[in-house]
């Protein structure tokens, strides 16, 4: 019988780490922003029937990175906790340090064990209060540990080229279509060339705390960033439409898209149940 | 509800170990309920009375509920059992929709709370049955329709109105008389809120509107744009308004024609 290699352990944890972050860099971004009233998802994602981002509770929302499978399965597990801690106890009973804390422990206890290969994949749990500063979002690595982010937080592709990004032009208190902006350009410059992203590109959803219903999570339509980012689109083409508006103080030098104020689209205050994305009665 | 019974069977219904006997006077009992369409929707209402045998049990109990967006339910029976089905009911269709990222269709919602009502069913046998009314808007034929329910979850499709309850006879009488397939949303709630105090005229168990403490039915609409409860100063306005008319006379409006 032959004696196996003997592995120490920091080289088999190095080993593992290496082998998940390699599989979450091969795809694509997503972003996470804090705006004025909730917080922003934007993904890179093509597909418009998986979702990089998704509703959990009332005040919760889901964003992840990496291998399909396997945070879809982090998700409905995620959804049935809620759920259920919601039916138990009460709906302000769920919260998102509980949820974070049993994502970490999942992924915590899959990374270290020596029969399963590490997950692929990077989460993010976010949970709006009732101001910006209640505001919680965490964030969840493949081994399961977990970071309190403020302001904004990238995840997958190249992570650090968006993050160094959105650190230069981020304000706090910025508007959603300011948000919009910004992430949208963010995901642009993942590489040494700028890409312009189209809203068929791009998957978008907002926790809204100033939505009345119970449930703040809504998905924003394709045709409704089409809007939003014609608005603020920034230098090139924001020059030779000059309508006579001059109300708008318009700043559009490069890249401060994110301090232009821009006026909300109309269809953007009764917000869409998350259900149907194109119809925007209220839930 | 699968995942539950595999996991925490303790939450669902119809698990519990029963003991013997009648227990319908020993626990509060809610009563009746009324649903119609209308062109664009459909109405629920639904009497503020609770009762524990000869007692009223609850002056202010709420027995109508949004099921989701798009949909509307509510009971009568034992109101213990009866709230928890609507919780577990909202929460399935809510949970099936964040899991599949779409909402049932409204049989698929109305075949599901045939199984809550099935669960209940050794229950029923002692008494504490839990009768659900539920309604919805389908997008399907832009309109709204209405599904009763037996105490064993036989799942039946109303046309135009349905009531529920104690007083549901009298409640459903006054409806026939009234009812007419093109009414307005707001002369269709008149209805309803006329059809509940004919049922209160008539059945104990049926609370009319509390014209002192100014407890008024619970109304809820819904439509295209979703679930809406009528705001208590509207649902008064009507009550206040009936209420009137039945000083003049008590029986309130007769029907218009004989033939």
Redesign the interface.
């Known amino acids: 019988m032959s004696v196996p290699f003997y592995v120490s352990p920091e080289q088999l944890m190095r080993d593992r780490a290496d082998f998940a972050r390699k599989g979450i860099a091969k795809g694509r971004s997503a972003i996470a922003l804090q705006y004025a009233d909730g917080i922003l998802f934007v993904a890179e994602n093509r597909s418009p029937?998986l979702?990089k981002v998704?509703?959990?509770y009332d005040r919760m929302a889901f964003a992840a990175v990496g291998r399909y499978n396997e945070f879809e399965n982090l998700r409905?597990a995620g959804?049935?906790l809620a759920?259920?801690r919601?039916?138990?106890y009460d709906r302000r009973d769920v919260t998102g340090r509980a949820l974070a804390n049993a994502y970490a422990q999942t992924l915590g206890a899959i990374f270290s064990s020596g029969g399963e290969k590490p997950l692929e994949v990077e989460i993010l749990v976010a949970e709006i209060g009732a101001a910006p500063s209640d505001d919680q979002v965490y964030r969840l690595t493949y081994d399961g540990s977990i970071a309190d982010v403020q302001g904004y937080a990238v995840m997958g592709g190249a992570a650090d080229q968006v993050a160094d990004y959105i650190g230069e032009h981020y304000s706090e208190g910025i508007s959603l279509a300011g948000a919009l902006r910004l992430a949208v350009d963010a995901l642009g410059h993942d590489g040494t060339e700028v890409r312009q992203l189209t809203p068929d590109q791009l998957e978008v959803a907002v926790l809204d705390r100033t939505r009345t219903q119970v449930r703040k999570f809504k998905r924003i339509s394709e045709a409704t960033l089409e809007t939003i980012l014609s608005e603020s689109r920034p230098a090139e083409e924001a020059t030779e439409p000059a309508d006579a508006e001059d109300k708008k103080d318009t700043a559009d030098t490069g890249a401060s898209a994110e301090d232009t104020p821009i006026a909300p689209p109309a269809d953007d205050a009764p917000i869409a149940?998350?259900?149907?994305p194109d119809d925007n009665?209220?839930? | 509800m699968d995942f539950l019974a595999g996991h925490a069977p303790d939450l669902l219904p119809g698990r519990r170990a029963l003991g013997s006997g009648d227990l319908s006077s020993e626990v509060p009992h809610g009563t009746t309920i009324v649903a119609a369409t209308f062109p664009g929707g459909v109405i629920m209402a639904g009497d503020r009375r609770a009762t524990m045998g000869n007692i009223i049990a609850q002056r202010d109990i709420e027995k109508v509920f949004p099921a989701d967006e798009y949909s509307a339910v509510a009971f009568a029976g034992s109101a213990g059992f009866g709230i928890e089905m609507v919780r577990l009911f909202q929460v399935e269709l809510e949970h099936y929709e964040k899991l599949e990222g779409a909402t049932l269709s409204l049989d698929g919602k109305a075949n599901r709370l045939s199984a809550l009502i099935r669960g209940n069913l050794p229950m029923a046998m002692q008494g504490l049955t839990v009768v659900p009314l539920f309604a919805g808007y389908d997008h399907d034929i832009n309109g709204g329709r209405i599904f009763s329910y037996d105490p064993t979850g036989g799942r039946y499709e109303e046309t135009h109105f349905y009531s529920v309850g104690s007083g549901s006879l009298f409640a459903r009488g006054a409806l026939k008389k009234l009812y007419r397939e093109d009414l307005s949303e707001t002369d269709c709630v008149t209805v309803m809120i006329q059809s509940l105090i004919d049922a209160a005229d008539d059945d104990s168990a049926t609370g009319g509107p509390d014209m002192l403490r100014r407890i008024f039915p619970v109304v809820g609409v819904v439509t295209a744009d979703g679930y809406r409860r009528l705001p208590e100063d509207e649902v008064a306005a009507l009550v206040d308004a009936a209420w009137a008319q039945r000083h003049q006379r008590p029986d309130g409006p007769a029907a218009t024609s004989l033939t």
């Not at chain 1, 149940?273 to 149907?276: F, R």
């Open positions: 029937a979702h998704a509703e959990i409905i959804v049935r759920d259920m919601g039916y138990s149940p998350p259900e149907d009665r209220p839930l």
